[in-house]
């Protein structure tokens, strides 16, 4: 007779226990493994962006060739459209409004101030939509976001570089000769393209985070465009003779779209003499470059995590 035996009783075993968090964090950081999108140190955040200098160069200049690739005159509008907006405010404001009277050379001046401001709005334009218009690019590469609004940028300065060559020949065409003067619209533009980056990574984030601003952004550009004497001379508009209260004068040339126009026209017209200038102007320059590059740059990075999520 078989004996039948009970099998055993089950055993049961304890779940293991999970590794506590900072076990966990110090595995990971003795294998060299870090938080997916962690925000790195501003010294590291420099070098990575650095290190794609390459490409940020590559991609404004793609950018700026595909531009006008549908249309037929191809990058002949690079300089048309400068020259073009030249030409209506040159009827507008010269003709109709007179805002030309006791401006000599005006329109190298009109042209000049034109073309540098085209230069400051095209770069906060682009800087606003570098995040919101690129999402597709910032989720599914990995890299530092500040590369898009420097390489915006960069592609407006190039832009710039297109109307220059437009602008030395207007220049020439109206008897304005060249001269030694014309050197310090390198540190000028230099100025300008920190100042103008550094505004763009202020409004890159914002426009990040309220998609929204990109259309609100053209009504405060024209805005900030009629106060900057795009168009006219603050030096004449805001004289003894105005009627207007003294202090409107210095306040509207401490405006950093008036301190980069007023130090090139300063560098290419002879008639523009250095009374018109501002008090100090190129330590307003300096300043509002360092004010609007390095503070633009570190409230950038500051929301690095954020850019493509949500």
């Given at each position: 007779?078989?004996?039948?035996?009970?099998?055993?009783?089950?055993?049961?075993?304890?779940?293991?226990?999970?590794?506590?968090?900072?076990?966990?964090?110090?595995?990971a950081a003795r294998h060299g493994l870090s938080v997916s999108g962690a925000r790195p140190s501003l010294p590291e955040y420099v070098r990575q962006l650095w290190a794609r200098r390459h490409f940020i160069g590559a991609f404004s200049t793609a950018k700026l060739t595909a531009q006008y690739s549908q249309a037929k005159l191809g990058q002949v509008w690079q300089v048309m459209t400068p020259l073009l907006n030249a030409a209506v405010y040159y009827?507008?404001?010269?003709?109709?409004?007179?805002?030309?009277?006791?401006?000599?050379?005006?329109?190298?001046?009109?042209?000049?101030?034109?073309?540098?401001?085209?230069?400051?709005?095209?770069?906060?334009?682009?800087?606003?939509?570098?995040?919101?218009?690129?999402?597709?690019?910032?989720?599914?590469?990995?890299?530092?976001?500040?590369?898009?609004?420097?390489?915006?940028?960069?592609?407006?300065?190039?832009?710039?570089?297109?109307?220059?060559?437009?602008?030395?020949?207007?220049?020439?065409?109206?008897?304005?000769?060249?001269?030694?003067?014309?050197?310090?619209?390198?540190?000028?533009?230099?100025?300008?393209?920190?100042?103008?980056?550094?505004?763009?990574?202020?409004?890159?984030?914002?426009?990040?985070?309220?998609?929204?601003?990109?259309?609100?952004?053209?009504?405060?550009?024209?805005?900030?465009?009629?106060?900057?004497?795009?168009?006219?001379?603050?030096?004449?508009?805001?004289?003894?003779?105005?009627?207007?209260?003294?202090?409107?004068?210095?306040?509207?040339?401490?405006?950093?779209?008036?301190?980069?126009?007023?130090?090139?026209?300063?560098?290419?017209?002879?008639?523009?003499?250095?009374?018109?200038?501002?008090?100090?102007?190129?330590?307003?320059?300096?300043?509002?470059?360092?004010?609007?590059?390095?503070?633009?740059?570190?409230?950038?990075?500051?929301?690095?995590?954020?850019?493509?999520?949500?």
């Open positions: 007779m078989s004996q039948v035996l009970d099998p055993p009783p089950p055993t049961t075993e304890a779940a293991p226990t999970p590794a506590p968090d900072h076990d966990l964090a110090a595995l009827f507008i404001f010269g003709m109709l409004m007179n805002t030309s009277r006791g401006v000599e050379d005006f329109v190298p001046f009109l042209v000049t101030g034109v073309f540098v401001w085209t230069f400051t709005q095209s770069s906060i334009m682009a800087g606003t939509r570098a995040i919101s218009g690129n999402l597709g690019l910032v989720r599914a590469l990995h890299f530092p976001r500040a590369a898009l609004p420097v390489s915006f940028c960069l592609q407006q300065l190039q832009q710039l570089m297109f109307s220059m060559g437009a602008l030395v020949v207007i220049l020439l065409a109206f008897g304005v000769p060249p001269g030694p003067s014309w050197v310090l619209a390198i540190p000028a533009l230099v100025l300008q393209f920190v100042f103008n980056t550094g505004v763009a990574m202020v409004m890159a984030r914002v426009g990040a985070k309220i998609p929204d601003m990109a259309q609100l952004m053209p009504f405060l550009l024209r805005t900030w465009m009629y106060a900057s004497g795009v168009m006219f001379s603050i030096h004449h508009m805001t004289g003894p003779d105005s009627g207007l209260p003294s202090w409107i004068g210095p306040l509207l040339q401490v405006n950093p779209a008036v301190v980069y126009i007023d130090l090139m026209r300063f560098a290419l017209i002879d008639s523009f003499g250095g009374g018109m200038l501002p008090d100090h102007v190129w330590a307003l320059a300096l300043g509002w470059a360092l004010v609007a590059g390095i503070g633009g740059f570190i409230y950038f990075w500051k929301a690095e995590e954020t850019y493509g999520r949500g």
